[in-house]
């Protein structure tokens, strides 16, 4: 609703209750008494009294009429002054965007090399990976004001990882014959963990020897492990 709208309703409020509780004016009468003094009454001068009908009684309706006329005039009266006078309040104020923080260039780069330089790492496994990535995308969108989410969850990476491993594993056995073992082969190892040419990890368990989830044990012979 706009101010004048506003004042309009008010005023009509104004000229209501103007009409409804301002007195009422009935005929007046003066009166002179023996001493001379005058006195004005709405009833006729008593006996020994001289006097004359100075305004007659009127009817309601020219009574309601005229208080509506004189409400109505103050009305207008409001309304003419509240137009001419500045509007300051008639423009809704617009919300203010949030200014983005001043980015650290430095911090934002190298927060990005160390993302860069840990996905390049060597992990026991893929949650462990998941996990250790999460906390450098937190770093790295702190420190340049973005919100990257590659690693939100790191379980269900993990899980799909491990996942996709097993389909590997799966066409591979698909495509050899059943009566020719698959040959596993290690191929890269790291502190105590090995990995090889399906996905599989292995652990070591001393002696020269590693062992996978599934049981299958290899033999570090000649500077190579065999695999049973």
């Given at each position: 609703?706009?101010?004048?709208?506003?004042?309009?309703?008010?005023?009509?409020?104004?000229?209501?209750?103007?009409?409804?509780?301002?007195?009422?004016?009935?005929?007046?009468?003066?009166?002179?008494?023996?001493?001379?003094?005058?006195?004005?009454?709405?009833?006729?001068?008593?006996?020994?009294q001289s006097?004359?009908?100075?305004?007659?009684?009127?009817?309601?309706?020219?009574?309601?009429?005229?208080?509506?006329?004189?409400?109505?005039?103050?009305?207008q009266k409001?309304?003419?002054?509240?137009?001419?006078?500045?509007?300051?309040?008639?423009?809704?104020?617009?919300?203010?965007?949030?200014?983005?923080?001043?980015?650290?260039?430095?911090?934002?780069?190298?927060?990005?090399?160390?993302?860069?330089?840990?996905?390049?790492?060597?992990?026991?496994?893929?949650?462990?990976?998941?996990?250790?990535?999460?906390?450098?995308?937190?770093?790295?969108?702190?420190?340049?004001?973005?919100?990257?989410?590659?690693?939100?969850?790191?379980?269900?990476?993990?899980?799909?990882?491990?996942?996709?491993?097993?389909?590997?594993?799966?066409?591979?056995?698909?495509?050899?014959?059943?009566?020719v073992p698959?040959?596993?082969?290690?191929?890269?190892?790291?502190?105590?963990?090995?990995?090889?040419?399906?996905?599989?990890?292995?652990?070591?368990?001393?002696?020269?020897?590693?062992?996978?989830?599934?049981?299958?044990?290899?033999?570090?012979?000649?500077?190579?492990?065999?695999?049973?």
């Amino acid at each position: 609703m706009t101010a004048f709208n506003r004042t309009h309703w008010i005023g009509i409020s104004l000229v209501l209750a103007f009409a409804l509780t301002s007195p009422a004016h009935g005929q007046v009468f003066r009166c002179k008494d023996a001493t001379g003094k005058l006195n004005f009454s709405d009833r006729p001068c008593d006996s020994g009294q001289s006097g004359t009908l100075i305004q007659r009684q009127r009817s309601q309706e020219a009574i309601q009429q005229e208080r509506m006329e004189a409400a109505e005039a103050q009305f207008q009266k409001e309304v003419r002054r509240s137009m001419e006078s500045p509007q300051t309040n008639q423009t809704p104020m617009r919300a203010t965007a949030p200014v983005p923080p001043t980015v650290n260039q430095w911090a934002c780069r190298k927060a990005k090399d160390n993302y860069q330089t840990t996905a390049g790492g060597t992990f026991r496994n893929a949650l462990e990976r998941a996990k250790t990535l999460q906390e450098e995308e937190q770093r790295v969108n702190k420190a340049c004001g973005t919100n990257q989410n590659e690693y939100a969850n790191p379980q269900a990476i993990a899980d799909q990882d491990r996942q996709q491993k097993a389909a590997r594993r799966a066409a591979i056995e698909r495509s050899m014959p059943e009566d020719v073992p698959i040959h596993k082969e290690i191929n890269r190892c790291s502190g105590q963990y090995c990995y090889d040419n399906a996905g599989q990890s292995y652990h070591s368990i001393g002696n020269g020897q590693i062992r996978s989830n599934d049981g299958t044990t290899c033999t570090m012979s000649a500077g190579k492990y065999r695999c049973q």
